[in-house]
């Protein structure tokens, strides 16, 4: 089974940077692509960012020059760097997974929590 573990969130001043990590294991197709969602209190989940299996990356508009998804080369991590955080940047944060045989279609439903089968439990970001 494929396990998910997000880390690194935190409290940080408004304007600070944070960078959240996501291990995977239990990936023996190396075809997947994963995002980064976030959910305010009392809001629904949204799409931050994500990276096909080719390493194209998208962005939602509200963190696009601000956030940056990355890669290893084994693909069995994947990173968020949070610079110029705000406090509407306040979430708990989420990584998700899935198989995507096609990055075409995976680049018209990224920000769609119906398109992930697999995510972990979450880390905290905080900006005051």
């Known amino acids: 089974d494929v396990q998910l573990v997000e880390s690194g969130g935190g409290s940080v001043q408004a304007g600070g940077s944070l960078r959240l990590s996501c291990v995977a294991s239990?990936?023996?197709?190396?075809?997947?692509?994963m995002g980064w969602f976030r959910q305010a209190p009392g809001e629904e989940r949204e799409g931050v960012a994500a990276?096909?299996?080719?390493?194209?990356?998208s962005y939602a508009i509200s963190v696009q020059g601000r956030f940056t998804i990355t890669r290893d080369k084994a693909r069995d991590l994947v990173y968020l760097q949070m610079n110029g955080l705000q406090p509407e940047d306040t979430a708990m944060y989420y990584c998700?997974?899935?198989?995507?045989?096609?990055?075409?279609?995976?680049?018209?439903?990224?920000?769609?929590?119906?398109?992930?089968?697999?995510w972990g439990q979450g880390t905290q970001v905080t900006v005051s």
């Open positions: 998700a997974a899935d198989f995507c045989p096609s990055t075409a279609d995976f680049g018209r439903t990224w920000h769609r929590a119906r398109s992930y089968s697999y």
């Open positions: 239990g990936v023996s197709y190396w075809r997947y692509c």
């Open positions: 990276i096909d299996a080719d390493g194209t990356t």
